[in-house]
């Protein structure tokens, strides 16, 4: 049975930090690429960044690039999103995705992805 659980969102003030989990089971993370999304009241559910199976090359959207920052542990099963400098328009519900590929995570939107978790709140209070 396929499994994606996010944990670590929360309420923290402008300018602090946040670490997301995404804990998977059920296929073997090794080969799949993660992408992490999130969707905000009343908006779309938007990528936030990725980091590909094959090399952990990593991509971000351009409004949190030097903000956010993806990586892996294999042997965990487990994935993370470390974010900094957190702003009010960084709330939202996040969300980790997985899809089966050695490709280079850049090219795969949203509806690329195959497993999904529940997703997490981040609230950035100003």
């Known amino acids: 049975q396929v499994q994606v659980v996010e944990s670590g969102g929360g309420l923290v003030q402008h300018g602090g930090s946040l670490t997301l989990s995404c804990v998977t089971s059920?296929?073997?993370?090794?080969?799949?690429?993660i992408g992490w999304f999130r969707q905000a009241p009343g908006k779309e559910r938007e990528g936030v960044g990725c980091?590909?199976?094959?090399?952990?090359?990593?991509n971000y959207v351009g409004s949190v690039r030097g903000r956010l920052t993806i990586s892996r542990d294999n042997a965990k099963n487990t994935a993370y999103l470390q974010m900094n400098s957190l702003k009010p328009e960084d709330t939202a519900v996040y969300y980790c995705?997985?899809?089966?590929?050695?490709?280079?995570?850049?090219?795969?939107?949203?509806?690329?992805?195959?497993?999904w978790g529940q997703g997490t709140q981040v609230t950035v209070s100003s």
């Open positions: 995705a997985a899809v089966k590929t050695y490709l280079y995570c850049r090219g795969y939107g949203r509806d690329d992805y195959q497993y």
């Open positions: 059920g296929f073997t993370l090794d080969y799949h690429t």
């Open positions: 980091i590909s199976s094959s090399d952990n090359r990593t």
